[in-house]
């Protein structure tokens, strides 16, 4: 059975940095594209960034990029998600995500099977 379990969420003020991990178990981590996603109160989740089973392809949403990156370290099963130069509007929950057999990198929620637990990220102005 495939668990994600995200860890390094917190609380930062404007302008600061987080770094997000998901450890991956269950099946051959390497094989597979991984995403971070993110739910605000109220709204739905949205892509943020995905990248590609080697980390040789990364995508980013419009209103992360340059700020965020992700990467994955394989010979650790883990995906990471560096965030910079945080805003009060990138405050919310996120998830880490391991993609469908076949689906390439997606960036929508329905090429992911498995969804971790959820960290929460707070930006205070």
């Known amino acids: 059975q495939v668990q994600l379990v995200e860890s390094g969420g917190g609380m930062v003020q404007a302008g600061g940095s987080l770094r997000l991990s998901c450890a991956a178990s269950?099946?051959?981590?390497?094989?597979?594209?991984m995403g971070w996603f993110r739910q605000a109160p109220g709204k739905e989740r949205e892509f943020v960034a995905a990248?590609?089973?080697?980390?040789?392809?990364?995508y980013y949403s419009d209103s992360v990029k340059g700020r965020f990156t992700i990467s994955r370290d394989n010979a650790k099963n883990t995906v990471y998600l560096q965030m910079n130069s945080l805003k009060p509007e990138d405050t919310a929950v996120y998830y880490c995500?391991?993609?469908?057999?076949?689906?390439?990198?997606?960036?929508?929620?329905?090429?992911?099977?498995?969804w971790g637990q959820g960290t929460q990220v707070t930006v205070s102005s």
């Open positions: 269950g099946r051959t981590f390497s094989s597979y594209a």
């Open positions: 995500a391991e993609g469908k057999p076949g689906y390439g990198t997606p960036i929508s929620t329905n090429g992911y099977d498995y």
């Open positions: 990248i590609n089973w080697s980390g040789g392809s990364t």
